[in-house]
């Protein structure tokens, strides 16, 4: 038995995932059987329909995410994400830089109306 994706595709650790609910993409750090993590009452019936389900943590969030609820990635989707992040990081520094020059002088218009 083996984790698949939304797409019906096997995930392996180190592959990169998006989760597919708000965009969010990184590296598989462990997998696990729906039953295995803690918290979960192993003596309990688990439901016909989460018997294949795996749980998926991935490095950006450090949060677990169910298997079928997960994207695979592509090497050209990764690299395309990466070159965005640098981009709005750029982006608001840039903007951050506008904030330096802007003057407010104490003779700007008070009261409410």
Do not use: C
């Not at 969010?24 to 329909?49: C, F």
């Not at 995410?65 to 050209?76: G, Q």
């Not at 990081?89 to 109306?113: H, T």
């Amino acid at each position: 038995m083996e984790a698949i994706d939304i797409r019906k595709k096997p995930i392996k650790k180190d592959d990169f995932v998006r989760y597919i609910g708000t965009g969010v993409n990184g590296k598989v750090l462990d997998i696990i059987h729906y039953s295995s993590l803690d918290g979960v009452d192993k003596n309990s019936k688990i439901a016909v329909s989460n018997q294949d389900k795996f749980w998926i943590k991935i490095d950006k969030t450090g949060l677990w995410y169910l298997s079928d609820s997960l994207e695979l990635l592509d090497e050209n989707d990764v690299k395309k994400s990466k070159f965005e992040e640098d981009k709005e990081e750029k982006n608001i520094e840039e903007f951050s830089n506008d904030f330096e020059e802007i003057e407010i002088d104490s003779s700007a218009g008070i009261g409410g109306g």
